[in-house]
């Protein structure tokens, strides 16, 4: 890890890593193969930060710090991994890589006092996270709004407003780069440790 320790993915404990650790880690993952109509590519992240907000904007703009918190992290053990697996492989990927995983989300609600996932939560989580996929399909990695729901099998609809842009400025769905998004990523993550 940057910060020197070291992180066992077949036996992780939450003191594998520190928060900038993971911040630089989910910063330099990219989404969709890396694969970008921008001239860089888009990061778990940002993502992360979308879900989060989309999620946040669902509730009407009230969710506790920890239901935020735990939206921001949804991916983490992506940064850990330094891989975000395409969805159309992960069957290919098997059991193993599945529970690998597991393990290391379980060391990350670990860490930051996470609960787990109530079958209602999970659904409006997994509703923002489809809809991040959606429209950074169309928005980032340039498919038609016909392919993600003929051919990536995304019934969400993909909406024209980033859900960043309000917050960050800039311009709407472009993919920040590594160094802000890790920035970006650990300020909220600092923020949400504060005010649990």
């Not at 969709?32 to 860089?40: A, E, F, I, K, T």
């Not at 930051?112 to 990695?141: C, F, N, Q």
């Not at 003929?150 to 400025?169: C, E, H, R, V, W």
Request: glycine share 8%; net charge negative.
């Amino acid at each position: 890890m940057p910060s020197g320790r070291r992180l066992d993915l077949l036996n992780p404990t939450p003191f594998d890593w520190d928060d900038a650790d993971l911040a630089i880690g989910l910063a330099r993952t990219y989404r969709w193969g890396g694969h970008s109509v921008w001239p860089l590519p888009l990061s778990v992240a940002q993502h992360s930060i979308a879900v989060m907000q989309l999620r946040k904007n669902a509730a009407g703009g009230m969710l506790d710090p920890l239901s935020e918190l735990r939206e921001l992290l949804h991916d983490a053990e992506e940064g850990l991994l330094g891989f975000d697996a395409i969805s159309v492989i992960k069957p290919f990927l098997g059991d193993a890589f599945r529970s690998l995983t597991l393990r290391l989300e379980q060391v990350i609600f670990l860490r930051y006092g996470l609960p787990g996932w109530t079958t209602r939560e999970h659904a409006s989580h997994k509703r923002a996270d489809r809809l991040a996929a959606a429209s950074e399909a169309v928005h980032v990695a340039g498919w038609t709004r016909d392919e993600v729901k003929n051919t990536l099998k995304i019934s969400a609809k993909p909406q024209i407003d980033d859900p960043l842009f309000p917050i960050y400025g800039g311009t709407p769905w472009e993919p920040w780069t590594p160094e802000l998004a890790c920035t970006r990523f650990l300020d909220e993550l600092n923020r949400l440790k504060a005010s649990v």
